[in-house]
């Protein structure tokens, strides 16, 4: 039975986020007047931004056009797909399509924000046909460290337009697991018109390492441990989660969960049946000491570096719940990223100071949650695309793929690099790249959403490099004179006793530009103010070579 409904005319694949980066995933794809949204995720933060929460990505272009948007097809639980969710249907009315355990998760997050309005909610899985007025949505089930993973196809006449969603493929999985090679085979042989596909590991030769090579190494490991084990990972890696409840079961150890990222997602797939835990295996961890140290494993799980800040916390005898002790073994079932290397780093020698034993990670042996080169390769043989682009990957990573694309049979011209509000068109004759909609980053600090900009983030690293500077005048207006002050106060720019001859001179500084302006005809407080920020940032820079934020404050008697 076919699952193309009508003629289409006009296709729009629009990324708001995902590409120049491996997270933030949101693609938008429209077919004639109808938008899909794919995907609606969010990144954590940078070093550079300060103070900053999460990011997400702007979707002005969507709101103008929210008329359109027909639902958001979510293909699994990481907050790299569902994260800006919450905030995406605060400013938009659409159903939310997606596995029991992603909309699980997503409601959760739904219920944390306090979006109070009515959402409509259908739980899909690989059978589920969604119809629309131009294109038929259909699913198939995908490998990740999260179950219940899904890719998302969009059936026009042009063929189906595919989503992998992040996926690896790996035999050793099954169940919730599994993917279903069966069925994407199927939609190659039908005809795929466009691949949207996951580049996190297309830099990577090779396969992954199966899961269960993974389990067999860290239980060889783990047997040979005499005390107290601690094991650091995401809490967002399910399937590692259950490969050391496996081990620990088999170990007779008791279990505990140490971090807080872990309770939402963890408990509510508890609850679904998507772990499989024995019988009085876990106990909470302000009862762990009542176990002997040979018979526990604590599991010190967190968003990004979360895990370990903890132990970070916990090797320097800083952390609230639980310290690192003589005798302790450790292993980090985690992959640095380029930007915690260091911290990783200055972590592992804490931990070793502080009496515990590193477990060393066998370099041969590990597993990411994406596709590695010849796996990418597999799913671009499996669906034959016409077109290919590439996402969910730093530029060198959808370079590397488009790569192996052209290695796997895509014409190089009909591989598309596309960078954030880059517009793909089709209009039934050709596929060209020619126009940009809005985007960019939405910055979300507390409960701000996009009150923090780059000029925000531009005075915070101001803060942080070179701290403050305040100037405090009081003025009597109406004789004209300076009735208190100037009072001068810094933080985090001098060490005030050490520079009393500085803080003098700008002193007389900001007394002799408030005298000048006092004389003028017409009193102009901003022009005061401007004068102060302007001299005195010159005065403290040839003394310093700083430049702090300089605040004057000028109040009337």
Request: proline fraction near 4%; charge should be negative; aromatic fraction near 8%.
């Amino acid at each position: 039975m076919s699952l193309i409904k009508k003629k289409n005319k006009d296709i729009r694949i629009i990324p708001l986020g995902g590409v120049g980066e491996i997270a933030k995933n949101m693609y938008i794809v429209e077919v004639d007047d109808e938008m899909f949204m794919l995907d609606a995720g969010l990144m954590f933060p940078e070093d550079e931004m300060l103070g900053v929460d999460v990011v997400i990505p702007d979707i002005q272009y969507v709101v103008e056009n929210k008329h359109r948007l027909k639902g958001i097809f979510l293909t699994h639980g990481h907050e790299h797909a569902i994260g800006a969710a919450s905030y995406v249907l605060e400013q938009v009315d659409a159903p939310v399509y997606g596995s029991r355990l992603t909309l699980a998760l997503v409601k959760e997050s739904v219920k944390a924000r306090n979006v109070n309005k009515k959402i409509r909610y259908y739980v899909v899985n690989d059978e589920s046909v969604m119809r629309f007025k131009g294109v038929n949505v259909t699913f198939f089930n995908t490998t990740h460290s999260i179950p219940d993973s899904l890719g998302v196809c969009l059936h026009t006449s042009y063929g189906a337009i595919v989503y992998t969603g992040e996926f690896k493929f790996d035999q050793s999985l099954h169940g919730q697991y599994a993917p279903d090679i069966k069925k994407m085979t199927e939609i190659g042989e039908e005809g795929v018109f466009a691949l949207i596909s996951d580049s996190a590991e297309a830099e990577k030769p090779g396969y992954n390492t199966p899961e269960n090579v993974i389990e067999r190494h860290m239980y060889d490991a783990f047997t040979k441990v005499k005390g107290r084990l601690i094991v650091s990972c995401y809490a967002s890696n399910f399937v590692r989660i259950q490969q050391v409840l496996n081990i620990a079961s088999r170990l007779n150890r008791k279990v505990s969960f140490l971090g807080r990222s872990l309770e939402s997602s963890f408990n509510t797939a508890r609850k679904m049946g998507y772990f499989d835990i024995p019988k009085d295996l876990l106990v909470p961890i302000n009862e762990i000491e009542n176990y002997p140290k040979n018979e526990v494993i604590i599991i010190a799980t967190g968003m990004q570096g979360e895990p370990v800040e903890a132990l970070n916390k916990m090797a320097q005898q800083k952390h609230n719940i639980m310290n690192i002790e003589e005798g302790d073994s450790v292993f980090l079932a985690i992959t640095a990223s380029a930007s915690m290397e260091v911290i990783v780093g200055n972590t592992l020698n804490e931990l070793v100071r502080a009496g515990a034993e590193i477990i060393p990670n066998n370099s041969k042996i590990h597993a990411s949650s994406h596709g590695c080169m010849e796996e990418l390769k597999m799913m671009i043989n499996l669906m034959r695309p016409e077109y290919f682009i590439p996402v969910n990957g730093e530029f060198k990573m959808q370079i590397a793929h488009a790569k192996l694309a052209n290695e796997s049979g895509v014409d190089p011209e009909k591989i598309f690099l596309v960078e954030k509000g880059d517009v793909v068109n089709y209009d039934g004759k050709e596929m060209i790249l020619n126009e940009k909609v809005n985007s960019g980053n939405v910055l979300i600090d507390g409960l701000g959403v996009g009150d923090v900009g780059n000029i925000v983030l531009r005075d915070r690293h101001l803060l942080a490099e070179d701290g403050i500077f305040i100037a405090v005048v009081t003025l009597d207006p109406r004789n004209r004179r300076i009735a208190a002050g100037p009072e001068i106060q810094s933080r985090g720019f001098v060490y005030v006793r050490e520079s009393e001859e500085l803080l003098h001179e700008a002193e007389r500084k900001v007394k002799e530009i408030v005298d000048q302006g006092l004389q003028e005809k017409r009193i102009e407080w901003s022009e005061i103010k401007q004068n102060m920020r302007d001299q005195i940032s010159k005065l403290l820079f040839e003394n310093t070579k700083r430049r702090p934020m300089i605040i004057p404050v000028i109040s009337e008697i």
